[in-house]
Every structure is written in structure tokens, then in C-alpha cells.
């Protein structure tokens, strides 16, 4: 299947970027090849957002690295998406916890996990790492054993 035939929205148009969390522009294609286990790593390293208390903006590079089950992300849609937290107040740990469950919904993959690599605001960096694998499968055993051996 041809990826114009999918009902992409976001790719071939001129970019318009929202203001504030927007996980509607998040869009989804068929994976051509379901039957395989393969990661799909994403690395947005110009990712913002704003404290919620202070409405400082924080900066991050995120890492969204996931096993597609029958849709993938599309990436553009997926930048937008990002783009949108730009103007969001949220904590660290709130958004790397949004994007991961935006994520689960939009595309229901085998397994996924986002890490969030803040840089430092007041000599302190924090680096939230969430993960997720389909409940009573390998991947669920994944999510378990690379949580326990995450750094």
C-alpha cells in the first residue's frame, strides 16, 4: 500500500505548529511488516517545555525507541506533536510519562520506551525514562527486564 493512500494529514503539507499540547496531530501507518520484531528509535534532540511553576523553559533531547506492532508513527506528525509541548507546562517526569501513553494509544506497538534527557537547571539534570511492553507477552517481559537494568 502506498503511504498517500494512509490518510496522512501532516506529510506533503505546509507545516502549521500549535501552540500548546496538541496529541491530535499525531498520525499512524500500517507497518508492512507486522510478523518482525525490529526497534524504530527516534531521537528529538531539540525537545521544550515549561516548568509549571516557574514557566522557565526546560530542554531535553528525547528518545522514543519501540517495537511496532501493525501501525507506526508517522514522523512528521510525531515532530509536531513534540513541537507542541514547546508551550506546555508540565514536569519532566509528566512528559516523558504523556508521550509514552500518547504513543501506546496512537499506535499500540509490542513494546516502547521514551527517555527524557534534561539538560541541567540549577546544577541538577534529571533523565526520566518510562517503558511499556503488551501485557502477558515477551514484550511485557522485555519492559520488565530493561527497566530493572536501567541505569
Not at 502477558?136 to 537494568?149: D, P, Q, V, W
Request: contains cysteine.
Amino acid at each position: 500500500m502506498a503511504r498517500e493512500n494512509e490518510g496522512l494529514q501532516q506529510l506533503g503539507r505546509k507545516t502549521e505548529y500549535k501552540s500548546d499540547y496538541a496529541p491530535e496531530v499525531l498520525e499512524s501507518f500500517q507497518n508492512k511488516h507486522p510478523e518482525n520484531d525490529y526497534w524504530v528509535k527516534f531521537n528529538c534532540p531539540e525537545f521544550t517545555s515549561l516548568c509549571p511553576i516557574t514557566g522557565q523553559p526546560d530542554f531535553a533531547e528525547i528518545v522514543i525507541s519501540y517495537i511496532p506492532a501493525v501501525k507506526m508513527v508517522e514522523s512528521k506528525s510525531l515532530k509536531l506533536y513534540l513541537f507542541s509541548f514547546r508551550n506546555h507546562g508540565d514536569f519532566h517526569e509528566d512528559c516523558v510519562n504523556i508521550i509514552m501513553k500518547d504513543l501506546i494509544k496512537l499506535m499500540e506497538p509490542k513494546y516502547i520506551e521514551v527517555t527524557g534527557l534534561f539538560t541541567p537547571r540549577g546544577g541538577i539534570s534529571i533523565h526520566p525514562y518510562a517503558n511499556y511492553g503488551i501485557p502477558g507477552t515477551k514484550y511485557e517481559k522485555l519492559a520488565e527486564e530493561r527497566f530493572a537494568r536501567h541505569e
